[in-house]
């Protein structure tokens, strides 16, 4: 993996690039360090990726920088957003309606069986392989429940970490 300095800007390069804009030179298999250093080309790494905790996710830059004289590229870490963290939280129905427990789950059944057409919505409650916590009808839910999306997102977590 190798950078060219080109008007001060670092930017991705190959050897067969290197060859490619050379053609009236000879390079041998591998180009010494020293070689590639005369025609702006030096190498870099990535540097080692930083260790993360699950709320947060790392991207390599596309900038290269110089580190102790070696040419690098960083990791950029974010923090993700309410709405990534949310689009990640999915249980099973077992794990939901264990982390509900049975006050709360009969309070869901008796709201889905007050409801007018609550085919589909039973569906999902009795049966969907999992539930997730952006879908409208997990959003329905929550509301039916009086949760806040606080409330919500506590209770997918505590769904999550049940051990099924």
């Known amino acids: ?13 190959t050897l067969g690039q290197l060859r490619r804009d050379n053609p009236q030179v000879s390079f041998t298999k591998d180009v010494p360090d020293e070689t590639l250093a005369e025609y702006g080309v030096y190498p ?9 905790d699950e709320n947060q996710r790392a991207t ?7 580190v102790d004289g070696e040419w690098v590229r960083k990791w950029e870490v974010r923090t993700l957003t309410t709405d990534e963290l949310r689009a990640g939280m999915v ?15 009969a ?19 009795d049966n969907a392989v999992t539930w997730r916590r952006t879908s409208q009808d997990m959003q329905m839910l929550g ?3 009086g949760y806040d999306d606080e409330r919500m997102d506590e209770t997918f977590i505590k769904a999550m970490a049940v051990d099924t």
Not at 44 to 52: H, V
Not at 91 to 105: D, F, N, Y
Not at 108 to 120: G, H, R, T, V
């Open 143 to 145: 509301f039916a429940l």
């Open 91 to 105: 249980c099973t129905r077992l794990q939901g309606r264990l982390a509900l427990g049975k006050a709360e789950v």
């Open 1 to 13: 993996m190798y950078i060219k300095i080109t008007n001060g800007t670092p930017a991705k390069y």
């Open 44 to 52: 870099f790494r990535d540097m080692d990726r930083p260790a993360l």
């Open 60 to 66: 390599l830059s596309e900038a290269f920088t110089q």
């Open 107 to 125: 309070r869901l059944d008796a709201f889905i069986d007050s409801f007018p057409n609550n085919w589909a919505l039973r569906q999902v409650v």
